[in-house]
């Protein structure tokens, strides 16, 4: 079964353009989550998606947004973009079962903002 | 407010000894515990788990304990290869305002064995 994937793998942006990023889940798994890694912050959960529906938000600023398709592909933007993005991106993917909590994850996408 | 807290930022031992990865959280309400290891330019893996009502959960060389009282939970790497040399993420599952489970990670502890 194919893993998580995500693209671009490497990306590079200016100050105050906006970018896409993108997730494919593995197949059947319909909750997406993305997360923000920077160096010393760890992974910063910005939000989940399920059934195309947004269930949970992390504390990030309106200018990061996400959606999710009908064939559970997710895509995350971030709109006028500021010299602190500059991330890891990653999206995970998991199950919607009781007492499954396993999220799998995609390589990631390196934002980096000049 | 960090939740989940990895103190130690790195870690070294030698190869074939104990590596002890430890990590502490302040919310009561977590009801499942993951660590996961993350190679450079990989995204995180699952590595093992445990619940809340458990105290100790074994797969292979490594295994989770959980003290509830102490808010602690540690990972034992037993013997350690070099392979095992990556960032070692603690994360907590909780019920999210959505919902729905979410994940809250620690900042991550990097082990290095030594041959």
């Known amino acids: 079964k194919a893993g998580v994937t995500q693209t671009p793998r490497y990306l590079i942006k200016t100050r105050g353009q906006q970018v896409t990023l993108s997730c494919s889940p593995i197949?059947?798994?319909?909750?997406v989550s993305w997360y923000q890694q920077t160096p010393g912050q760890g992974l910063q959960f910005l939000f989940e998606y399920f059934s195309e529906t947004q269930r949970n938000k992390g504390n990030f600023p309106g200018r990061f947004s996400g959606r999710q398709f009908s064939n559970s592909r997710s895509e995350m933007n971030v709109s006028t973009l500021e010299l602190g993005d500059s991330a890891l991106y990653l999206c995970a993917s998991s199950l919607v079962r009781y007492g499954t909590y396993e999220q799998y994850f995609g390589p990631g996408t390196r934002l980096t903002v000049t | 407010d960090q939740q989940v807290k990895q103190n130690s930022p790195s870690l070294s031992v030698q190869e074939g000894r104990i590596s002890i990865l430890n990590c502490d959280y302040t919310?009561?309400?977590?009801?499942?515990f993951l660590w996961y290891k993350k190679y450079p330019a990989e995204g995180p893996t699952f590595l093992i788990s445990i619940s809340s009502i458990k105290d100790k959960n074994e797969d292979g060389r490594f295994t989770v304990f959980l003290n509830k009282s102490a808010k602690h939970l540690s990972l034992h790497i037993v013997p350690s290869q070099p392979g095992d040399s990556a960032v070692y993420f603690c994360?907590?599952?909780?019920w999210g305002q959505g919902g729905s489970e979410k994940l809250v990670f620690g900042k991550g502890t990097k082990l290095t064995v030594n041959p």
């Open positions: 919310n009561s309400m977590f009801d499942y």
């Open positions: 994360a907590a599952s909780v």
């Open positions: 197949s059947g798994h319909r909750s």
